[in-house]
């Protein structure tokens, strides 16, 4: 099935100073504006990642560090060492207190990359999640190339995504929300209506669905699936690293 975007894609360069902006009130944002189910979303990428002893996670826009903590939380007997990646030094000053708050600093650890140049050996990681963060890359597919470069063979890779519902109801509604509240919500909260903004349009923007998979694909991925969760509000993307795609 094909997306056709309905608004056309704002800039993504230097996005990551807007992020510095909302950081202070990100949590908070996040937390009511979607009413707590982006932890629920997060908790379910998290429950699929690989049990591998020893596991590596590499987590790429990590912004305030969630992804990274609830797997520290989720998989404290195979979890080894956890690190989040991301642009906005204003995201990583706020997850690098989450983390000391919560007595994770021996084992989750965070610093500022690109994740179109990570600064990671191929074939390091056991997994790479990327939670609400590709659409946001100037080049997602360089981005996906990156992911499978550092994944060892048998890798996983979690991408949780924003999408838009299928259901014409549901889907009218919610871009109703999305487009004329959420700014201003977001506005109220994060005291920056642009970036709301710029989420509704970045999201309703980006390929999903079957046409994200076969970015995937191209990437060098294989095994990939899509979960929908919330009726399609947001979306799961899993794919693995064979052993021939190191040959």
Known sequence: MSFQPTVSGPSRHQIWKMFDRIAPAYDRANRLLSMGTDRRWRAKLVALLPDTP????VDLATGTGDVLLAAARERTGTLNIAVGADLSGGMLSVGREKIRAAGLSGKCFLTRGDALHLPFPDCWADAVTMAF???NTVDPPAA????????RPGGRALILEFSLPEHPLIRSGYLFYFRHMLPLLGGWIAGDTGAYRYLNRTVESFPQGETFISLM???????????????????????EKTEEQTA
Request: positive net charge; glycine residues 14%.
């Open 54 to 57: 020893g596991l590596k996670l």
């Open 133 to 135: 963060g590709i659409r």
């Open 217 to 239: 694909a191209a990437a060098g991925f294989a095994r990939m699936r899509h979960i929908k969760l919330t009726f399609g509000i947001a979306s799961l993307y899993i794919g």
């Open 144 to 151: 996906l190339r990156e992911m499978a470069r550092i994944l």
